[in-house]
C-alpha cells in the first residue's frame, strides 16, 4: 500500500466574515497575527507573520465614508433621543456632540479601514489575488475564449 502523494495544501483564503473581523482588529485577514497597521492610518507593506503582501490595497475613501455613514446613524439618533426625551441645556448638546463626532469618527476610521483591507483581501480584489506561499496557483485558463466573432444568432434582422 503506497502512500497517496498528495499535492501540498495551499494556505486557504480566510473567509470574508472572519478576513473583515481580523482587519477590523487591526490583525492581518490571512494570518490573524500580523498587524496591519504601521501608524494610524498607514498600512504596512506586507505582514510580517505571514508574509501576506497588503502594499497594494485600494481602501482609497471607502473607511472615511463607511465611518461618515455609521458615525451619522448613531449621533442622529442619539441627539434625537435625547432631545425628545430629557431637557439637556444647550451649552451641553453644543459642546458635548462636537467632540463625542469627532472622537467616535477617529476611533472608527482605523478599525474600519483594516476591515475594508480584509474585504478586498477576501475577495481577491486588487493584488490580493495571490497568497503567501502559493507562486501561481491560479490558472489564466479559465479565460475561456473571448472570439470577436459572436456566433449568437439571436438578433436576425
Ligand atoms: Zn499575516
Known amino acids: 500500500m503506497t502512500a497517496s502523494d498528495l499535492p501540498t495544501a495551499a494556505p486557504a483564503r480566510t473567509g470574508l466574515i472572519k478576513a473583515m473581523g481580523r482587519g477590523f482588529l487591526g490583525r492581518c485577514p490571512h494570518c490573524g497575527e ?3 497597521f504601521g501608524r494610524f492610518l498607514k498600512v504596512r507593506p506586507a505582514c510580517e507573520a ?4 497588503l502594499h497594494h490595497h485600494r481602501a482609497d475613501d471607502l473607511p472615511p465614508y463607511l465611518v ?3 458615525v451619522a446613524h448613531i449621533v442622529g439618533y442619539l ?4 432631545e425628545m ?3 439637556v441645556p444647550l451649552w451641553f448638546q453644543l459642546s458635548f456632540w462636537p467632540l463625542f463626532t ?3 469618527a477617529l476611533a ?3 478599525p474600519v479601514k483594516g476591515a475594508v483591507v480584509g474585504l478586498q483581501y477576501a475577495l481577491g ?6 497568497l503567501p506561499g502559493v507562486r501561481s496557483a491560479a490558472g489564466e485558463d479559465a479565460r475561456l475564449g473571448n472570439s470577436g466573432h459572436g456566433s449568437t444568432g439571436l438578433g436576425r434582422a
Open 34 to 36: 500580523g498587524r496591519i
Open 50 to 53: 505571514c508574509g501576506l503582501e
Open 68 to 70: 461618515i455613514f455609521i
Open 79 to 82: 441627539i434625537l433621543e435625547l
Open 85 to 87: 426625551s430629557y431637557d
Open 102 to 104: 469627532l472622537g467616535l
Open 108 to 110: 472608527l476610521l482605523q
Open 125 to 130: 480584489m486588487h493584488g490580493f489575488g495571490g
